[in-house]
């Protein structure tokens, strides 16, 4: 494994090794040593590794029987920035997690457009529904005990706004984003732990998936705070994130699968009322 000259190409022989180098257990930091010490340029060297293990993590994990991976919205956040340009805000970037994929964004929504949210959906608000997989329709779900309603998406100029301000945040088109939904929990209220994607093997997927494709990711932003309980939590990672009013949790799950350990809910509201705006994003135009 060697290179010589100025025009770098990974080769199939490279490829092969770096999978060699991983199957036998060296990790990433020892396989970009013995490149560079090839002479191999730091930037063809890293591109390359993540190129061809994420091709190989790939191929196993379609091999083992789980759904091919799809590109998903992803926060900017390689230089670990303390802020993000949401456009027309800075928003804080206060927690990073990776397994699960889980961002928690400080101040996403200011105080005045929490409450011009609340007040412009509190006349539509019924009780909400769930997708229902089986039949591709919606259904009442006694799992989800909150009531709630639907913006189209730019609705009006402060739904326009905030969608914008998504969009960049996690690098997605705004017209593949479903309308944004307003909900209002009460106390005991919950919804109880759940995954955001379509199931595949579910009847009514199909006719559910013509509309813009699977779900590739979720934001949860909160808009006014209970006074106990009401936090969005993750099982499967015992993580738990506080209902704080303007701050956000956004989460993303490549393939739709348990192994993305995106399992989450809303815990129960101990006392008060949690409001939230949810933000599911698909992976094509959302009609």
């Not at 539509?124 to 259904?139: D, H, I, N, P």
Request: aromatic content about 8%; hydrophobic content about 35%; some cysteine.
């Amino acid at each position: 494994m060697s290179t010589t000259g100025s025009k770098q190409q990974v080769t199939p022989d490279l490829r092969k090794w770096i999978v060699d180098q991983a199957e036998a257990g060296h990790g990433a930091d020892s396989v970009l040593k013995a490149m560079l010490a090839s002479g191999w340029s730091e930037d063809v060297a890293i591109d390359a590794m993540e190129e061809v293990l994420r091709g190989h993590l790939e191929r196993k994990a379609v091999a083992q029987g789980l759904p091919p991976a799809a590109t998903v919205p992803e926060p900017d956040l390689a230089e670990s920035p303390l802020y993000l340009d949401g456009g027309d805000r800075k928003v804080a970037v206060l927690q990073n997690m990776y397994s699960p994929r889980v961002v928690v964004f400080g101040g996403l929504l200011s105080d005045e457009e929490c409450e011009q949210l609340i007040e412009l959906a509190t006349p539509r608000l019924a009780r909400s529904l769930t997708v229902a997989t089986k039949t591709g329709g919606e259904e009442v779900n006694d799992d989800r005990t909150s009531q709630g309603m639907f913006f189209q998406r730019g609705e009006t100029e402060l739904v326009r706004r905030i969608e914008q301000r998504i969009a960049r945040l996690v690098n997605w088109p705004e017209e593949n984003g479903e309308g944004l939904q307003i909900l209002k929990y009460g106390a005991g209220a919950e919804y109880k732990p759940h995954y955001d994607y379509f199931d595949p093997a579910e009847p009514g997927t199909p006719t559910i998936l013509r509309r813009g494709g699977q779900r590739v990711a979720t934001l949860v932003i909160y808009l006014g705070e209970p006074d106990k309980g009401g936090a969005t939590v993750f099982p499967d990672v015992r993580l738990e994130v506080a209902p704080k009013r303007g701050n956000a949790v956004f989460f993303n799950y490549e393939r739709p699968h348990p192994s993305t350990r995106t399992l989450h809910g809303g815990a129960p509201v101990l006392a008060g009322t949690k409001w939230i705006a949810t933000k599911w994003l698909r992976e094509r135009r959302f009609e």
